[in-house]
């Protein structure tokens, strides 16, 4: 019998010896795999990514006008914010926010016009009781928002007043521009009287005109000057054209032969009187609100699925449980075999280090290929997770994972010397992953010294892979998956000098 005949032997007597030893210890392998599962399971069904609502008070002064439009604004934030009322009394509210009754305090700035009239912002200020960092960040966004909505109603406000003051402007500019037809027509009649007539009107009228549309002619060149093309003239640029175009014709003398150059400058200021006309008309039916926030954002995924919270877990949920069924298994192999005594027996007989430990990952490859399948099963059918890859590209990121997680079960195993020691460092590992692979909080999320941790796990890497593969469709970043081979090689080829070294001293 040859060399390479009595290496598949004494290899493939390890794959009955790990199965028998797996399958006498089912409650083991029920709370691995079961119960895992069952915990990430409530907690993606329970898990809901929801703003939470806060329970606000508002402290303002008596008598105050803000304490109207604050009863008015409470609404703007939706659900965001369960209006709790209005109180002058600070300690009061203080007093609620200790007992629990509230979650917000939100004191309105005192004299806030005359902070504003000094140069200054009014401030408001949110106190809360919070000691969860997330959660005060929160507080903090919350105000911000808020804020933005008062400062939004204020400009609004400011806006249906210049609107308001555009109506008589409008009719000023519509009294111009008839001043100016009546001229024009007076001309080519060759009635000098009546154009004289109407010139007097006109000037009278464009006076009216500059003086009404005053209050408002800033907010109009904001309006225009930002957000049009850039080619249209202003308002205030129409106004000064007719005024300079009134200005040059000078008065209509009588006896002339022809007034065809004063009838064709009476139609050019009619023509920009009507433009303008038009302009205020148009001004005065754009809404407030749509002046004051002239823009809004509508996000759109160019993904070919927006999965749910617990299928976008799912491929994670795979991971971290695969990765611990075969740490926790490998990780009391060899610790197993050195308290039955079977090292000595190794160490005597023709089997090496490298038989036994390649024999050892052949028998709980197969049992977590195995189980990998049960679970794939389970939430591709069951929880509805969709597979819009492949499935080759699946079961190589699957037996990479498995791979070089019983690398790291077999290091383990190799440098402890009981199975609560085994147990403990297998937990250390998924408490490790939980954190740093990308299952609960993104990696960019994380300080760069520290991503050092995340991709020294096998967990980022498949997470990554599955979850590009299931949710997007793509056969994922080939780095990652040539990163997750080459640390369970490295592993491998760690554990086995680790095996030999310990057959030796048996």
Do not use: C
Not at 98 to 110: K, S, W
């Amino acid at each position: 019998m040859g060399d390479f005949s009595r290496f598949l032997i004494r290899t493939s007597a390890f794959l009955s010896k790990e199965i028998y030893e797996i399958l006498r210890q089912p409650r083991l392998i029920l709370s691995l795999v079961v119960g895992p599962f069952l915990i990430l399971l409530l907690f993606g069904i329970g898990y809901r990514n929801e703003a939470r609502a806060l329970r606000t008070i508002f402290v303002v002064e008596n008598e105050s006008r803000l304490a109207e439009q604050i009863q008015e604004f409470a609404g703007s934030l939706g659900e965001q914010l369960i209006f709790e009322g209005v109180t002058p009394d600070q300690e009061g509210a203080l007093e609620r926010l200790r007992r629990g009754e509230v979650d917000l305090v939100a004191v309105a700035p005192p004299d806030a016009y005359e902070t504003i009239r000094n140069n200054e912002q009014a401030t408001f200020t949110l106190l809360h009781n919070e000691i969860d960092p997330f959660q005060a960040d929160y507080v903090q966004y919350f105000g911000q928002i808020y804020v933005g909505e008062v400062n939004r109603r204020v400009l609004r406000t400011i806006a249906e007043e210049g609107q308001e003051n555009t109506v008589p402007a409008g009719d000023n500019a519509t009294a111009a521009r008839t001043s100016a037809t009546g001229m024009r027509e007076a001309l080519e009649r060759g009635d000098v009287q009546e154009a004289q007539r109407q010139q007097r009107q006109l000037d009278r009228d464009l006076d009216a005109l500059e003086l009404s549309v005053g209050a408002s002619a800033g907010l109009l060149a904001g309006v225009q000057e930002t957000l049009g093309s850039g080619s249209e003239e202003t308002i205030r640029g129409r106004i000064s054209t007719v005024r300079q175009a009134t200005t040059d014709m000078e008065e209509i003398e009588e006896g002339q032969e022809s007034y065809d150059e004063e009838a064709q400058r009476a139609a050019e200021i009619e023509t920009e009187l009507g433009a303008l006309e038009s302009e205020l008309g148009e001004f005065n039916q754009i809404d407030s609100q749509v002046i004051v926030s002239p823009f809004r954002s509508e996000a759109q995924s160019v993904a070919e699925i927006q999965p749910e919270l617990s299928q976008y877990f799912a491929p994670s949920v795979i991971v971290l449980l695969l990765q611990h069924l075969a740490v926790t298994f490998a990780a009391l192999s060899i610790v197993r075999e050195v308290r039955q005594g079977s090292m000595e027996l190794f160490r005597v007989s023709p089997i090496s280090a490298g038989e036994t430990l390649l024999g050892k990952y052949l028998s709980y490859l197969l049992f977590g290929a195995v189980v990998a399948i049960i679970l794939t099963l389970l939430i591709h059918f069951g929880l509805g997770v969709p597979m819009l890859g492949s499935w080759v590209n699946y079961a190589a990121v699957i037996a990479a994972l498995l791979f070089t997680s019983l690398g790291y079960g077999f290091f383990i195993s190799t440098i402890v010397d009981t199975d609560s020691q085994a147990v403990q460092y297998a937990m250390i590992l998924l408490l490790t992953s939980v954190f740093f692979s990308g299952f609960f909080l993104g990696l960019e999320t994380l300080w760069e010294p520290v991503r050092v941790v995340s991709w020294s796990l096998p967990a980022t890497y498949s997470i990554l892979l599955l979850q590009d593969i299931m949710l997007r469709g793509t056969a994922g970043t080939p780095l990652y998956l040539a990163g997750l081979v080459g640390l369970g090689a490295a592993l491998y080829l760690l554990s086995w000098i680790l095996l030999r070294r310990k057959m030796a001293h048996a």
